[in-house]
C-alpha cells in the first residue's frame, strides 16, 4: 500500500525523498525495502507490551485504592499493606499511573499541604517607605558560639538604618531595635513595611506587638526562601567580603561592634552604590542625587560635544531610579531597578 502511494506521487511529479519524508520515512529506507522483501513495508507496527494491565486487573487497582480500607493512604502505603495481606496487585509506580489516569491524585480535603506563595510585592519611590532586616552571624573565638549580627536597611537608598551586634538571637532585641530605630530617625509614617525573614526573632509576639504598636506593617519571606529578602542578604554578602573583613574571629562584642560602625559609615558615607547610579546611600536617602546625577549628566554631554565621534549613540543614563522593587510580581519598566549587586 505505501509503495502504491509512493508511486503514484512520483509519477504526478513528486521527487522520492519528499514523497518518503511526508510517509515519515527516509528514501534510503524505501530503496532497501524495494531491494529486500519485494517491497513490502518494514514496519512491524507498534509492539504492545507483556507487561500492560489488563481491564480487569486496572479495575482491581481502582477498587482497592478506594476501598474503605485503603482510601486515605497513598500507594506506597497501600501496596505494602496488601502484601501483607498475601496480595500484590500491580507497584507502587503502576498504581499512580492508574489512578493519576483517572484523575485520583488531587486532594480534596482540608488537610491537603500548604502552599508556600510568593510575598506581596512592595514598592518604594522614596526612604522610609520599605525597610528590610535580617540577622547574620559573627564568628567568636568560641569554636560554636556566635556574635549575631542585626540589620536594618532601607531598600529604596540602601542605607543601613540600624546596626546592632548581640550575644544571642532574641524577638525582645529584634523589638526594642526596631522601635529604637523609628525614635532615632524620627519615622512615624503609617504604613512602613518592614521586610524579614521567618525566623523566630522576626515573627514573636513580641515583635509583632511592637509592630502594631508602630503603625509598621510586617512582610515575611517564604519558609527557607533566601531569595525572597535579597537586599538584606546582598548587604551582608558585600560586607563579608569586603577586603578589610576581619579574617580572625571577633574577641569580643564591643570590638564586634566597633568594626561594623566602621563599616556601616562607610558603606552610608563613601560607598557608590551601582544599583542606583553610584551615589551613596546617603546622597540618596537625603535628596543630594539629583544634583549629582545631573552634574554627571552635563559632563558626560560636553565630553561628547568635543568627540562626537566617540559616541555612537546616547550618553550614560544618570536619570535617577524612581522605584526599587521588594519581590517584583513583574518585570517593571526601564527606569524600575531590581536588585544589584550591593
Given at each position: 500500500m ?9 509519477q504526478a ?8 519524508e511526508i510517509?515519515?520515512?527516509s ?10 522483501a519485494?517491497g513490502e513495508?518494514?514496519?512491524k507496527?507498534?509492539?504492545?507490551s507483556p507487561n500492560?494491565l489488563?481491564?480487569?486487573?486496572r479495575?482491581k487497582?481502582?477498587?482497592a485504592a478506594?476501598?474503605?480500607e ?8 497501600i ?5 501483607d495481606?498475601?496480595?500484590y496487585l500491580a507497584?507502587e509506580?503502576?498504581?499512580?499511573r492508574v489512578?493519576r489516569a483517572?484523575a485520583m491524585l488531587a ?18 519611590t522614596g ?10 552571624y559573627?564568628?567568636t573565638p568560641v569554636?560554636g558560639?556566635f556574635f ?7 531598600i529604596?537608598s540602601?542605607?543601613i ?9 532574641s524577638m ?9 530605630a523609628?525614635?532615632i530617625h524620627?519615622?512615624?509614617p503609617?504604613g512602613l513595611?518592614?521586610?524579614?525573614d521567618?525566623?523566630?526573632?522576626m ?5 509583632l506587638?511592637?509592630l502594631?504598636m508602630?503603625?509598621v506593617?510586617?512582610?515575611?519571606s517564604?519558609p527557607?526562601?533566601s531569595?525572597?529578602?535579597p537586599?538584606s542578604?546582598?548587604?551582608?554578602r558585600?560586607m563579608?567580603?569586603r577586603?578589610?573583613?576581619p579574617?580572625?574571629?571577633f574577641e ?5 561592634q566597633a568594626?561594623v560602625d566602621g563599616?556601616?559609615?562607610?558603606y ?6 551601582s544599583?542606583?547610579?553610584f551615589v551613596?546611600p ?7 542625587e ?9 559632563v558626560?554631554?560636553?565630553a561628547k ?5 566617540r559616541?555612537?549613540g546616547k550618553?550614560?543614563?544618570?536619570e ?12 517593571g519598566?526601564?527606569q524600575t531597578?531590581?536588585l544589584?549587586?550591593?
Amino acid at each position: 500500500m505505501i509503495f502504491a502511494l509512493i508511486d503514484e506521487a512520483i509519477q504526478a511529479g513528486a521527487r522520492l525523498a519528499p514523497a518518503a519524508e511526508i510517509m515519515g520515512l527516509s528514501a534510503r529506507t524505501l530503496i532497501r525495502w524495494r531491494k529486500k522483501a519485494g517491497g513490502e513495508d518494514g514496519r512491524k507496527g507498534p509492539k504492545a507490551s507483556p507487561n500492560k494491565l489488563s481491564k480487569k486487573e486496572r479495575q482491581k487497582v481502582l477498587d482497592a485504592a478506594n476501598s474503605p480500607e485503603f482510601r486515605d493512604l497513598p500507594p506506597k502505603q497501600i501496596v505494602p499493606k496488601l502484601a501483607d495481606k498475601g496480595e500484590y496487585l500491580a507497584s507502587e509506580s503502576t498504581f499512580y499511573r492508574v489512578l493519576r489516569a483517572h484523575a485520583m491524585l488531587a486532594h480534596h480535603q482540608s488537610s491537603k499541604p500548604a502552599v508556600s506563595r510568593r510575598p506581596k510585592e512592595h514598592v518604594a519611590t522614596g526612604p522610609w517607605q520599605v525597610w528590610s532586616w535580617d540577622i547574620t552571624y559573627l564568628k567568636t573565638p568560641v569554636k560554636g558560639m556566635f556574635f549575631y549580627l542585626y540589620m536594618i536597611v532601607d531598600i529604596w537608598s540602601r542605607k543601613i538604618i540600624s546596626a546592632e551586634v548581640h550575644a544571642e538571637e532574641s524577638m525582645d532585641l529584634s523589638a526594642r531595635m526596631i522601635a529604637r530605630a523609628c525614635l532615632i530617625h524620627g519615622v512615624y509614617p503609617p504604613g512602613l513595611v518592614l521586610h524579614a525573614d521567618n525566623g523566630g526573632p522576626m515573627k514573636g509576639a513580641t515583635m509583632l506587638a511592637t509592630l502594631h504598636m508602630l503603625d509598621v506593617v510586617p512582610s515575611f519571606s517564604r519558609p527557607r526562601v533566601s531569595d525572597d529578602n535579597p537586599y538584606s542578604e546582598s548587604l551582608f554578602r558585600t560586607m563579608k567580603y569586603r577586603p578589610e573583613y576581619p579574617s580572625k574571629p571577633f574577641e569580643t562584642i564591643e570590638k564586634a561592634q566597633a568594626w561594623v560602625d566602621g563599616f556601616v559609615q562607610w558603606y552610608n558615607t563613601m560607598h557608590l552604590h551601582s544599583a542606583i547610579r553610584f551615589v551613596t546611600p546617603d546622597e540618596r536617602h537625603y535628596g543630594h542625587e539629583e544634583e549629582i546625577l545631573a552634574g554627571r549628566h552635563l559632563v558626560y554631554e560636553a565630553a561628547k560635544h568635543r568627540n562626537p565621534n566617540r559616541w555612537s549613540g546616547k550618553t550614560r543614563n544618570w536619570e535617577p531610579v524612581r522605584a526599587v522593587r521588594l519581590n517584583p510580581e513583574k518585570k517593571g519598566d526601564t527606569q524600575t531597578i531590581m536588585l544589584k549587586a550591593a
